[in-house]
């Protein structure tokens, strides 16, 4: 075995045990306590970024209904075959998968809501991705944050500080953030 080859199946087995570790946690507190302070409706179209195996997945498809969409981005090959294994498992048409670390493309205004939770910590290029979000929210769309390896201060003051968002509501587990209007 060579060392890619290696380094490609502790990478697999890494997101195996991550994926575990998930599921005991979506069990605990289960994923939809969470999206219900994001605001989402029927007909939304939702950017998961960072969407990882696909924990929101099914609790957001069924928020969004049949008219919505749930576009589901990931920089990790198999994080984006866990969710379209299961989107075709369930038979979910409307979720679609986007293998990325950054850049969506998404038309611009075409997404309702985004959800960056337990990423923000990982983005080396925060300011760049913030743009893209910013670039593919709708006017009034919703950047709704959460991530437990930061404090709530740090996580305000990383989304707003470039002018990009202004924070709107400071849920129990997450902070929605409105997109600001640029020049």
């Keep these: 075995m060579t060392g890619k080859e290696r380094r490609r199946q502790n990478s697999k087995l890494d997101f195996k045990l991550m994926s575990l570790i998930y599921k005991l946690r979506d069990f605990l507190l289960p994923r939809m306590e969470i999206l219900k302070e994001a605001g989402i409706e029927e007909g939304f179209y939702v950017l998961d ?104 201060d740090d996580i305000i003051r990383m989304v707003t500080e470039g002018g990009l968002f202004k924070l709107s509501i400071e849920g129990k587990r997450t902070c929605r953030f409105l997109r600001k209007e640029t020049c």
Excluded: W
């Excluded at 969506?104 to 760049?128: F, M, N, Q």
């Design 49 to 152: 970024f960072g969407c990882g195996p696909g924990s929101y997945v099914m609790p957001l498809v069924r928020l969004v209904g049949d008219a919505g969409k749930v576009y589901a981005l990931d920089k990790n090959p198999f994080a984006i075959k866990a969710v379209e294994a299961l989107a075709a498992k369930k038979g979910l048409p409307n979720v679609q998968t986007i293998l990325s670390d950054c850049d969506t493309g998404l038309p611009s205004e075409s997404i309702d809501a985004v959800l960056l939770y337990d990423v923000l910590h990982h983005l080396g290029a925060r300011d760049k991705v913030l743009m893209e979000l910013h670039r593919v929210l709708k006017h009034h769309g919703v950047l709704s944050v959460s991530d437990h390896h930061l404090k709530r």
